[in-house]
């Protein structure tokens, strides 16, 4: 398994401005993902993080309004640029733990639950 | 059609019932399966992985089909700390993990 941790846990920003989520592993790993949670809903995927390179991106999400980072492989933050109310949610970062070909485990950081007024 | 749907719930049982929560997936390629348990305000946790022949772990069982693209999740004697939403993820088109919708069970004394 793995020790996930993600800064700042809630936030209420205003319309307009940005918010940068960060998230730490306590071991090494090559793939981080980013998801949204909206209330009430499942889990859906931003984008995947992979050190040394660009991030890929999910239909619906774009580097503009979503920058991330990924300098290391224990690290990771997402950016949510020129924020609206839509954008209120729980974001989680998640790593991939254990991968033999297509089969792996994932787990998730406790979230950030941010709020846009 | 949505890659992995889920029994809508929520699911209303006594503690001690037995409950099972059903699962299908789109993508017949798919490898991976899992049910995933998430407490309220709470990061979604591993549960169980899905295996071909099936699982048990304890109370809890584990079923894929893979033919009607199906997996399924049994709670027996149902405790009042198994409250929670239940996700049931498989891997995508893109190897990337799909969630379902979940399934919301609450066990009441």
């Known amino acids: 398994s793995a020790v996930i941790s993600q800064k700042p846990s809630r936030d209420i920003c205003q319309r307009g401005t940005s918010l940068t989520i960060q998230c730490q592993v306590d071991?090494?790993?090559?793939?981080m993902f980013w998801y949204r949670q909206q209330p009430g809903q499942s889990l859906t995927l931003i984008a995947t993080?992979?050190?040394?390179?660009?991030?890929?991106?999910e239909s619906g999400f774009v580097i503009d309004k979503f920058p991330i980072s990924r300098p290391n492989l224990t690290f990771s933050t997402l950016t949510v640029s020129n924020m609206s109310p839509e954008d209120s949610s729980i974001y989680l970062c998640?790593?991939?733990?254990?991968?033999?070909?297509?089969?792996?485990?994932?787990?998730f950081g406790p979230g950030t639950r941010l709020t846009v007024t | 059609r949505k890659e992995v749907e889920q029994d809508p719930g929520p699911f209303n049982v006594p503690e001690g019932a037995t409950v099972a929560f059903n699962c299908t997936y789109s993508?017949?390629?798919?490898?991976?399966f899992f049910w995933y348990r998430q407490d309220c305000r709470k990061e979604p946790k591993l549960l169980m992985s899905?295996?071909?022949s099936g699982n048990e772990d304890g109370r809890f069982t584990a079923q894929l089909n893979r033919a009607s693209q199906y997996i399924s999740l049994l709670i027996r004697d149902s405790k009042l700390s198994d409250s929670a939403t239940y996700l049931c993820?498989?891997?995508?088109?893109?190897?990337?993990?799909?969630f379902g919708a979940g399934t919301r069970l609450t066990v009441k004394p």
């Open positions: 998640s790593v991939e733990v254990g991968r033999t070909g297509d089969t792996y485990e994932q787990y």
């Open positions: 071991s090494q790993v090559t793939m």
């Open positions: 993080a992979n050190q040394g390179s660009e991030a890929t991106y």
């Open positions: 993508n017949s390629a798919s490898q991976s």
């Open positions: 899905v295996y071909s």
């Open positions: 993820v498989v891997n995508g088109r893109g190897g990337d993990m799909r």
